[in-house]
């Protein structure tokens, strides 16, 4: 009911910035808050930042806190991730989720999400 789509991504230089979007389309009106994973090669997936639908409210990976700013657009139903001091350990496939459940939790697991978008591959050259 509710579709995730993940633009944004590319090729990067260390040091350099990328702004991730995530268009999310249909019920939008049930979101209660939406999140950014990602992926590496080998590696589970990890959380890297959420924001509330409601307040506004941001949570942040300690190793994103300070260079990637979670951002929403409500008349484009569009949340955006701003990456800015990239790093080649932040290259990865970022997904973007959305939570259709209330709750009151801080929504930093995979498990917290119901709806995921296809992905968009980030990479951090050295």
């Known amino acids: 009911q509710v579709q995730l789509v993940e633009s944004g991504g590319g090729l990067v230089q260390a040091g350099g910035s990328l702004r991730l979007s995530c268009a999310a389309s249909?019920?939008?009106?049930?979101?209660?808050?939406m999140g950014w994973f990602r992926q590496a090669p080998g590696k589970e997936r990890e959380f890297v930042a959420t924001?509330?639908?409601?307040?506004?409210?941001?949570y942040y990976a300690g190793s994103v806190k300070g260079r990637f700013t979670i951002s929403r657009d409500d008349a484009k139903n569009t949340v955006y991730l701003q990456m800015n001091s990239l790093k080649p350990e932040d290259t990865a496939v970022y997904y973007c989720?959305?939570?259709?459940?209330?709750?009151?939790?801080?929504?930093?697991?995979?498990?917290?999400?119901?709806?995921w978008g296809q992905g968009t591959q980030v990479t951090v050259s050295s």
């Open positions: 989720a959305a939570r259709t459940s209330r709750g009151s939790g801080l929504y930093r697991r995979g498990n917290d999400y119901n709806h």
């Open positions: 249909g019920l939008t009106f049930s979101i209660y808050a």
């Open positions: 924001i509330n639908w409601s307040g506004s409210s941001t």
